[in-house]
Nanobody, 116 residues
Framework: QVQLVESGGGLVQPGGSLRLSCAAS????????MGWYRQAPGKQRGLVAL???????NYADSVKGRFTISRDNAKNTVYLQMDILKPEDTAVYYC??????????WGQGTQVTVSS
C-alpha cells in the first residue's frame, strides 16, 4: 500500500512563497505520474500541476509562471514551489499518484492560507 505524506503548508502573506513536499512510501514512485491538486471551500478539487514519470510538466492556467512542480525519484518525493502567492491560492493542497490525472493514491492534504 502506497502512502503519501504532504508537508510545507501554512499561512503566508500575498506575494510570498511556500514549498510543499509529498513523500511516498514504497518502490513504485518513479513509475507513476505525480500531481498536486487543491480544493477551496465550496469548490471541487482541481489539478494545479502534474509531472509525468518522464519529467514532463503541466500547469493550470491560474498558476503558470508562479508555481513549479519537480520530483526527486531517489527520495520518492514531489515538490511544489509556489511563488507570488495570491489570496485565491488559499486551499487544501493534495498530492496524488497515478496515471495522468487518474489518481490511485491521495495524500491527506495540507492547508495553504494566503492572507495579510
Amino acid at each position: 500500500q502506497v502512502q503519501l505524506v504532504e508537508s510545507g503548508g501554512g499561512l503566508v502573506q500575498p506575494g510570498g512563497s511556500l514549498r510543499l513536499s509529498c513523500a511516498a512510501s514504497g518502490s513504485i514512485f518513479s513509475m507513476y505520474d505525480m500531481g498536486w491538486y487543491r480544493q477551496a471551500p465550496g469548490k471541487q478539487r482541481g489539478l494545479v500541476a502534474l509531472i509525468t514519470s518522464g519529467g514532463t510538466t503541466n500547469y493550470a492556467d491560474s498558476v503558470k509562471g508562479r508555481f513549479t512542480i519537480s520530483r526527486d525519484n531517489a527520495k520518492n518525493t514531489v515538490y511544489l514551489q509556489m511563488d507570488i502567492l495570491k489570496p485565491e491560492d488559499t486551499a487544501v493542497y493534495y498530492c496524488g499518484l497515478g496515471v495522468g490525472t487518474v489518481v490511485v493514491h491521495w495524500g491527506q492534504g495540507t492547508q495553504v492560507t494566503v492572507s495579510s
